[in-house]
């Protein structure tokens, strides 16, 4: 969509209009690798030129987007209020350096500004179409999604140092942080604590003391937690005879690795103690807890405790208040009875087939921009590539030529090849961010409209996971179920009603899926 054009002015003059400027990267890394503050600002500012805009003030922010409170945007948002009759445009460079959170969003939104997505080739205002303002929700959806994969994306990080053998968390009582000969971080035993961790295994192997002996017997020996100077106790105690680590080979998502790092008991004392440990277990005769559906997901609506999952007679399952702060009035209530509050809930998210396919043809012709976006930077890169590559090859035949030395051939090829591993990660994440785009927006939409139906399927743990997902803050009180939908759950609900309403009131496609398209009246 094309700029608004200039306002003429007196005598012939083009009338400048005032605007406000946001730049922002998530960090100084994102500014180092080419996302910079000085090159958003230069691209602002010519565009203001070009397009007779007087620029009042200009904000930035070096912090991530994820949640709303950042200290420029908040500034931004002040004087844009205190300013309001004046300056009325906001320039900036797309739609995920301006917010990647949906309060971000609905704030400016208020504010009935025109922002300039420059770099975008898009404005956005009150007059907007209908359909530029729903491409530009589902913009807005898609960074918080990605941002909402960035946790993702760390443990794929944290597996890959796991296959290395590298231990991927945080370092475990005994052994402290050094940097390898490779550069990379690893762990090797601490001076002080390691022969301590050592006896505690060798005592309890014995099998003459109990847990509550080993942790005094450690104590003794002066087992403090590096940091804190805290004691240790007889959970501690519990989770080091626990932890494979200690024998050179670590757990990390149900498997097993072979770590690099020294071991600090053998593999044959390790085992002796988890026999100790299965036959004390074996001999207290525990019995296993049952996995409640909706255990640590509900609160009282009368004292704000939880409420926890009993079997009656044998196989009836009731909840009721823990009673924590008291004797509390909210009588039992069945599994099946919530079961099928939560199931109703959950139908909210619910809207036809016809609409997924509407949505997911919109979504496609949306990705076009992004997937074009990716395009360009994945062949600058590759041309980057190459050419390091060219002269990587040349100075091979000027070292076999005899013009150039050994020494500095090995210098400058470690330092090209070095830039060249930086290429290609940055390549293969501009592949993987062209390639989830669609996809996670067709799955996000269809899972919200599938919830209630697979709700009803799941087995408990499951059900709680999915509820989890969905909802927050669920309260019961009176025999009546209270929750809040999640972002972007929220939004779905509101719209998938919306939907409902105009398909009962026999209205056309184009009309219901107008409800599915941003607006002053909806959430959405």
């Known amino acids: 969509m094309n700029p608004k054009p200039a306002v003429p ?4 003059e083009v009338a400048k209009r005032h605007a406000v400027l946001y730049a922002r990267v998530s960090s100084q890394d994102q500014e180092r690798e080419g996302y910079s503050i000085s090159a958003q600002q ?28 950042r200290t420029g945007f908040g500034e931004m948002i002040a004087f844009l209020r205190q300013y309001h009759e004046t300056c009325r445009v906001l320039l900036v460079e797309k739609t995920d350096r301006l917010y990647r959170n949906l309060k971000d969003w609905v704030t400016l939104e208020d504010l009935d500004l ?49 296959e290395q053998g590298i231990w991927p968390s945080f370092t475990p009582l005994g052994y402290r942080n050094v940097v390898g000969p490779d550069g990379r971080k690893i762990i090797e035993p601490d001076p002080e ?3 301590l961790i050592t006896r505690i295994f060798e005592w309890y192997a014995t099998g003459q003391y109990a847990l509550r002996d080993v942790m005094r ?6 087992l403090r937690f590096p940091r804190s100077r805290a004691c240790v106790t007889s959970t501690t105690i519990h989770r080091i005879l626990r932890n494979r680590i200690y024998t050179g080979d670590f757990d990390w998502n149900g498997k097993t690795y072979r770590g690099i790092h020294q071991p600090l008991v053998s593999r044959e004392l390790w085992e002796c103690v988890q026999q100790v440990l299965a036959q004390r277990n074996a001999s207290k005769g525990r019995r296993s807890k049952r996995d409640f559906a909706f255990s640590r997901l509900i609160k009282c609506g009368h004292c704000g405790c939880s409420l926890v999952g009993e079997i009656k007679q044998g ?4 909840y009721h208040c823990t009673g924590y702060k008291g004797k509390c009035p909210e009588r039992y209530v069945r599994e099946e009875v919530l079961e099928e509050r939560f199931a109703t809930l959950l139908q909210r998210l619910h809207f036809d087939e016809d609409v997924l396919v509407w949505v997911t043809e919109a979504l ?7 997937k074009r976006f990716h395009d360009e930077a994945l062949a600058r890169l590759q041309a980057e590539y190459g050419k390091l590559q060219n002269r990587l090859d040349a100075m091979y035949l000027d070292k076999l030529d005899g013009r150039i030395d050994a020494g500095f051939y090995d210098l400058k090829s470690a330092e090209w090849q070095a830039e060249q591993t930086r290429l290609l990660r940055l390549m293969e994440e501009h592949q993987s961010a062209n390639h989830s785009y669609l996809a996670d927006g067709v799955r996000l939409l269809d899972l919200a409209r599938r919830a209630g139906e697979l709700f009803r399927s799941q087995p408990a743990s499951s059900k709680r996971r999915l509820l989890d997902f969905l909802l927050s803050n669920s309260v019961w009180m009176r025999g009546e179920l209270r929750s809040t939908f ?17 398909s009962a009131a026999g209205r056309g496609s184009g009309d219901r899926f107008d409800n599915w398209v941003p607006g002053k009246d909806s959430k959405f």
């Open 9 to 12: 002015g007196v005598n012939g």
């Open 486 to 502: 999640r972002q972007p759950f929220d939004l779905i609900a509101v719209t998938a009603e919306a939907d409902r309403v105009e």
């Open 364 to 370: 496609r012709q949306s990705h076009d921009d992004e």
């Open 114 to 162: 025109d922002i300039h997505f420059v770099k975008e080739n898009v404005v956005l205002s009150a007059g907007s179409r209908s359909s530029e303002k729903f491409m530009h929700g589902i913009k807005v959806l898609m960074a918080k999604n990605y941002i909402d994969n960035l946790s993702e994306e760390t443990r794929k990080g944290m597996l890959e140092k796991a």
């Open 42 to 69: 230069k691209l602002l500012r010519c565009y203001a030129v070009s397009n007779h805009l007087t620029i009042l003030q200009e904000f930035v922010d070096v912090e991530t987007a994820k949640q709303a409170g």
């Open 315 to 318: 196989r009836y399952v009731y």
């Open 217 to 222: 017997m450690a104590r003794a020996a002066g």
């Open 193 to 195: 604590l390691a022969p």
